[in-house]
């Protein structure tokens, strides 16, 4: 079974940028297909990117398009999102996610390992 731990959250302007970290322990990240979603409050979780366990397919919610790139470094066993021209609206808890299928999903239903999420507030 895998566990999970994202880094890298905090505090950051509009326009600012911030790298998340997904790191694994009791397995290797390259077998699982990895998720990135975020919940703010009140609001239902939403998913944000996913890369795929075989081809590295890489999939993104339309909000976070050409600002959010996910990609794995399998030497150190961690899937990273790096999220440029950060808005408002970025603001929520980001948790990533591991499942066994191999499709890229944004679909949290499909996912069966969970992190404890980072906060994440783009605020000036």
């Known amino acids: 079974q895998v566990q999970l731990v994202e880094s890298g959250g905090g505090l950051v302007q509009p326009g600012g940028s911030l790298r998340l970290s997904c790191a694994a322990s009791?397995?290797?990240?390259?077998?699982?297909?990895i998720g990135w979603f975020r919940q703010a409050p009140g609001e239902k979780r939403e998913g944000v990117s996913s890369i795929s366990s075989s081809l590295g397919i890489t999939k993104y919610a339309d909000s976070v398009k050409g600002r959010f790139t996910i990609s794995r470094d399998s030497a150190k066993n961690t899937v990273y999102l790096q999220m440029n021209s950060l808005k408002p609206e970025d603001s929520a808890v980001y948790y990533c996610?591991?499942?066994?299928?191999?499709?890229?999903?944004?679909?949290?239903?499909?996912?069966?390992?969970w992190g404890q999420g980072t906060q994440v507030t783009v605020s000036s």
């Open positions: 009791g397995s290797t990240l390259d077998r699982y297909t």
């Open positions: 996610a591991a499942r066994t299928g191999p499709g890229a999903t944004i679909v949290s239903a499909l996912y069966d390992y």
